[in-house]
């Protein structure tokens, strides 16, 4: 809780990055902090092992599943450019970490639902328009041509990304048990 709320504050005084955390924006964080109260709260007819295990699993599948795709992005691999053996190394291990979310649906602790499946939807939506607006940075770099010309400002493509990651975000919160059966 406390976790949420100073990243709350943090993010209303204009501080969207946690530089002592090598800049990681703010509103993962309250993600984080979030899909760990529910987590917990779902699985709490677990052990608390159990309960925290699972949860733990899930957010680190969750930012490690946006991560690797990012990383592909760049690439495109096998389609696009190769991707360097350095950045395979890290696509591969991020990808590792992602996977671990099939463990807690082999225990039946993690379901896929409908609404999963339209989040998961959305993601894909909105990625593919990222791609094909050139998969322009933050930073204003724009990385491939671009199919639908869009200038964006800084803050729109801010945007942008925060919806890609925040959909996906949303798909798993679905994941775990209903509310109303806990």
């Given at each position: 809780?406390?976790?949420?709320?100073?990243?709350?504050?943090q993010?209303?005084?204009?501080?969207l990055?946690?530089?002592?955390?090598?800049?990681?924006?703010?509103?993962?964080?309250i993600?984080?902090?979030?899909?760990?109260?529910?987590?917990?709260?779902?699985?709490?007819?677990?052990?608390?092992?159990?309960?925290?295990?699972?949860?733990?699993?899930?957010?680190?599948?969750f930012?490690?599943?946006?991560?690797?795709?990012?990383?592909?992005?760049?690439?495109?691999a096998?389609?696009?450019?190769?991707?360097p053996s350095?950045?395979?190394?890290?696509?591969?291990?991020?990808?590792?970490?992602?996977?671990?979310?099939?463990?807690?649906?082999a225990?039946?602790?993690?379901?896929?639902?409908?609404?999963?499946?339209?989040?998961?939807?959305?993601?894909?939506?909105?990625?593919?328009f990222?791609?094909?607006?050139?998969?322009?940075?933050?930073?204003?770099?724009v990385?491939f041509?671009?199919v639908?010309?869009?200038?964006?400002?800084?803050?729109?493509?801010?945007?942008?990304?925060?919806s890609?990651?925040?959909?996906?975000?949303?798909?798993?919160?679905?994941?775990?048990?209903?509310?109303?059966?806990?």
């Amino acid at each position: 809780m406390l976790l949420i709320a100073y990243e709350v504050i943090q993010i209303t005084s204009g501080e969207l990055y946690q530089k002592a955390l090598n800049h990681v924006d703010g509103t993962t964080l309250i993600e984080l902090g979030i899909l760990t109260l529910l987590g917990v709260f779902t699985l709490r007819h677990q052990t608390d092992l159990h309960a925290v295990a699972f949860t733990l699993v899930a957010g680190l599948s969750f930012i490690f599943i946006y991560e690797a795709i990012y990383k592909w992005s760049f690439y495109l691999a096998p389609f696009g450019k190769p991707m360097p053996s350095v950045e395979i190394r890290e696509f591969v291990i991020q990808s590792g970490i992602a996977l671990t979310l099939l463990t807690g649906f082999a225990v039946r602790d993690f379901t896929l639902k409908k609404w999963t499946l339209i989040w998961l939807g959305a993601f894909v939506v909105l990625w593919i328009f990222w791609l094909l607006t050139g998969y322009p940075q933050i930073t204003g770099e724009v990385i491939f041509s671009r199919v639908i010309h869009i200038d964006f400002t800084h803050e729109t493509l801010y945007v942008l990304n925060r919806s890609t990651k925040f959909v996906m975000y949303l798909a798993y919160l679905t994941l775990f048990p209903s509310l109303r059966k806990t």
